[in-house]
C-alpha cells in the first residue's frame, strides 16, 4: 500500500494500525538496542587519524623552534593557523587556533560580547538594555540554544529554507529589534537540515550588521566546511571574504573545528575574525588560560599537513558515511515516499537527516521508537527551548552505528512514523 | 662590606654607590638578555615527561573499555579520576579532570557562582548586592587576581605570612561585610612566597564559611601539591577531610594540575568538590564543552602510574630545581644577608623566591635590572590591580634558565637592589 495517507478509508487505516501495532510488538519482542542521537563519528571513521598519538616522534618543537611543551601562544601555533585559515578561507593573522572544543570558543565569544563588549565596556550587551536577545534559524543546533538559554540570551526562531535562513524575516526582526544582537548560522551542510547558505543568503547576512548597529555578531559555526559526502555538494562562499567586501567584517565570528575530521573528543578548535576582533577577544580569553595544547596542534598539522591532505582525510570519511547515509534515505524513500506523511532532507554533507513529520506527532514518534529501544535525538531539541511549535522535527545522526544497526533502527523508524500517522488521522 | 646600612655614614654610602654604579654600567655593556619572570619549567624538566607523545602504542580505550577518541565524558576518565583525587586527598567522585589548563576551570567556577548561582539562579553572588568581593592573602598570583578584576568582583588584600593568611584578619572582614563570597588560596608553596599553611590555618578556613554564609566560597589552587624540593619540606593536612570534619565542605573548591608535573602547556587539571557542587559545575559546564581531551588524560595515567609514580617523577624536577633555588638563595645570602635592607624566602617546595625590599623600592629594582638585560615580574604583580603598597614585593622565579644564566642575573639584581636601596637612603 502506497497511496497517501489521507487519501485512505477509515476502515483501510484500521487494519494498517493492526499491522503496524503489531510490527512494532516484534521490534520490542526482538530487544533492540539502537542509538540513532548524537553526531558521533564512528570507531572506523576515527581510526582514520590513529597516527595522531606518536607521530611528533619526539620532536615537540614548530617550525619556529618554539619548544611546544612549556606555556604561551595562546592563539596556537604557526604552522596549525596556516592550515586552518586556508580551510577557513580567512588570513593567518585572523585565526586563533584552541583547545578540542569549538563550542567553549563559541561560548568565550557571547560571554564576551555580553559581558565585556566587543569594543570596550560600554558596548556591553548586556548594557545595552533589559534582554538581549539572538535570532535561531531553525531547526538549528541544539548546543548553540543552550548557550544563550544559560546566559539568559532569549532566542528568536527563524526558519531555515533550503537557501539558509529567512533573510526577508531576518532583516525585518533586526531592523524593528536593536537588541538583537546575534545569530547563530551553521553556513555549510547545516546541522540537522544539511542545507547549504546560498550566495544570495551569504550576501544578504553581510550586509546585515549595517541594519543591526555595530555590536550585532552574527556566530558563523562552520562546523562542517568540508564534510562533504559526495563530489556535487554544493560550495559555500568565502564567508569572510563576503563580509570584508560589505565592509561589515567586524561583525563575523567564524568557528571550526576538527572535531569530525580527526579524535571527536581531542581535536582542535578554531576561531576567525578581524584583526581588530581578534585582539579584544585574545585579551579577554587570556584571563581563563595561558595557551591551548599546543603538542595536539602540531600532532594535527603532520597528519592533515595541507588542504590537500585534508581533502583526501576526508574522503575516507565520505567513503563510511554515505552508505550509511544512503540506509536512512532507501529506508525513507522506500516506507514513506508517496505517503504524503513525511517530509526530510537529502544532504550532501555534514551528519544528519532532518527529518519532519507531520505536526504533533514527533515527540510520539520519538516515545515509539524508544519503547521498541531505538534511541532518538529528543524531539524538540532542535529547537530554542527545546520546544518545536509544530512538533514534528526529528534529527536523524547515522554516523556512529554500524550499517546493520541503522538498517534495523530505520525499519523500526519508519513503523514507528506510519503508525503514529495513523492514530492521528484515526483519532 | 656588611654592615647593616642603616648604620653606614653617608660618606660610605656615596663611596658604594660610585661602585654599585659603576658595577651595573659594566653589566649593561655585557648586553645581557636574561629572564626570570614567569614560573616555567626548564627544558630539562619537560623532557622527563617526553614519553607522553606516543605512550599509548595504539590503544585509545581506558580501562572500562570506553573509546577515548569520541566524544563524551565531561568529568575525565576513570583511572585519571582515581589518580589525581588520590593526589588531591578527595574520593574519586569527587573530582573532574579537565583540559590543559586549572586556570580554566577557576574561571568557570568563578563565572558561575557569580551568574548562575553555587546553588541555584537565587544565589548567584550578583543578586545579592550591588559589589562581590574576594579576599586576596598577598603577595598572591596575577592570574587569581585577573579574574577577579575581568569579572567585576572587588578585591581586598589581606597578609599572607608563614603559616598562611592572617586569619585574624580574614575571620574579621568576613564577619562584617557579607558581600565577601570568596577567598584565593595557595595552601602548599603559595605563589610566590613559598609557604605552607599550617593545620591551625586550615583549620580556621574550614570554619570560615560559618561566618560567612552559605554562598561563599573557599578557591584553594593546590597548584604545587607534590613540588617539594626537599625531603623535609612540611606536609599541607588534608583539606577536603578538614572542611568534611567542620561540615562546610560544600564552601571548598580545590584545584591542581599536571603543568609543572608534565607538560606546562599539555597536562591535564583537575577540580574537587563535594558531590553536591560537583553535580550543579558540570551541569554549567556541559553548556560550553562537550568534554576534555581524554587521551590525553589516559597518556598521563600511562606516564604517571600511581601516587609513587608521581613521587619519583618529582624528585626529577627537584634534581633539576634545587641548585637553581639555592644558586639564588646563595647570591641573596652573600650579597644582602646582614645588610638588613630586604627579606626573602626560602621556599621548600614551588616555583618562586618571594623577596621584600625596603618600602618604595620594588619598582626601581626592576627597572635596574630590566636596563641591564634582566627581566624580572614586574613589581607590584603580586598584588591586586597590580599595585603593592608598599612597593617591595618582587617574585623571583628561577625554574626557566640554566644555572649559569641564574647565576648572572642574580649578580645583576644583588647589585640594583644595594644601588637602590644605597640611593634611597641617600636622598
Chains 1, 2 share one sequence.
Request: aromatic fraction near 8%.
Amino acid at each position: 500500500m502506497s497511496k497517501p495517507f489521507d487519501q485512505t478509508d477509515h476502515a483501510e487505516l484500521k487494519v494498517l494500525e493492526q499491522e503496524l501495532s503489531q510490527q512494532l510488538r516484534q521490534y520490542r519482542e526482538a530487544g533492540l538496542k539502537l542509538d540513532l542521537t548524537r553526531g558521533k563519528p564512528g570507531p572506523e571513521q576515527l581510526s582514520l587519524s590513529d597516527e595522531l598519538d606518536g607521530i611528533l616522534q619526539g620532536n615537540y618543537r614548530d617550525g619556529s623552534g618554539t619548544d611546544l611543551r612549556n606555556y604561551g601562544g595562546l592563539d596556537g601555533i604557526p604552522e596549525a593557523k596556516a592550515l586552518f585559515a586556508e580551510m577557513m578561507g580567512v588570513d593567518a593573522s585572523e585565526i586563533l587556533v584552541g583547545g578540542n572544543s569549538s563550542l567553549t570558543l563559541m561560548y568565550f565569544a557571547v560571554l564576551f560580547a555580553l559581558y565585556q563588549g566587543v569594543a570596550g565596556s560600554d558596548s556591553a550587551w548586556i548594557k545595552q538594555g533589559d534582554s538581549v536577545r539572538f535570532l535561531a534559524p531553525v531547526p538549528g543546533y541544539d548546543r548553540h540554544f543552550s548557550i544563550c538559554q544559560q546566559l539568559g540570551i532569549e532566542m528568536i526562531p527563524v526558519d531555515l529554507g533550503d537557501a539558509g535562513p529567512d533573510m526577508d524575516e531576518v532583516e525585518k526582526l533586526v531592523a524593528r529589534d536593536p537588541m538583537i544582537k546575534g545569530i547563530w548560522c551553521v553556513p555549510r551542510f547545516s546541522n540537522p537540515s544539511g542545507c547549504v547558505y546560498s550566495s544570495a543568503t551569504i550576501k544578504r547576512l553581510a550586509q546585515l550588521p549595517k541594519i543591526a548597529g555595530p555590536h550585532f555578531r552574527v556566530f558563523c559555526d562552520n562546523a562542517y566546511a568540508v564534510h562533504t559526502l559526495q563530489a556535487d555538494a554544493p560550495e559555500l562562499d568565502n564567508v569572510m571574504a563576503s563580509f570584508k567586501q560589505a565592509e561589515t567584517a567586524d561583525a563575523l565570528y567564524l568557528f571550526g573545528s576538527t572535531s569530525k575530521i580527526t579524535f571527536a573528543g581531542a581535536g582542535v578548535s578554531f576561531a576567525a575574525m578581524t584583526d581588530n576582533n581578534l585582539r579584544s577577544f585574545k585579551q579577554q580569553l587570556l584571563i581563563s588560560q595561558i595557551g591551548p595544547d599546543k603538542i595536539n596542534q602540531l600532532r594535527h598539522v603532520r597528519l592533515l599537513r595541507d588542504m590537500a591532505g585534508i581533502k583526501r582525510h576526508m574522503q575516507g570519511h565520505a567513503a563510511l558515511l554515505k552508505p550509511r547515509f544512503d540506509i536512512v534515505l532507501k529506508h525513507l524513500s522506500d516506507g514513506l515516499g508517496g505517503l504524503a506523511i513525511a517530509n526530510w532532507t537529502e544532504p550532501k554533507g555534514g551528519y544528519f537527516v532532518s527529518f519532519d513529520t507531520r505536526p504533533g506527532l514527533a515527540q510520539k514518534v520519538v516515545e515509539l521508537a524508544g519503547s521498541a529501544g531505538v534511541v532518538l535525538t529528543p524531539a524538540g531539541a532542535t529547537y530554542p527551548y527545546g520546544k518545536d511549535p509544530r512538533d514534528s522535527n526529528i534529527r536523524l545522526a547515522p554516523s556512529f552505528p554500524s550499517l546493520e544497526e541503522i538498517d534495523k533502527a530505520m525499519q523500526v523508524f519508519v513503523c514507528c512514523v506510519k503508525l503514529a500517522t495513523v492514530q492521528q488521522l484515526l483519532a
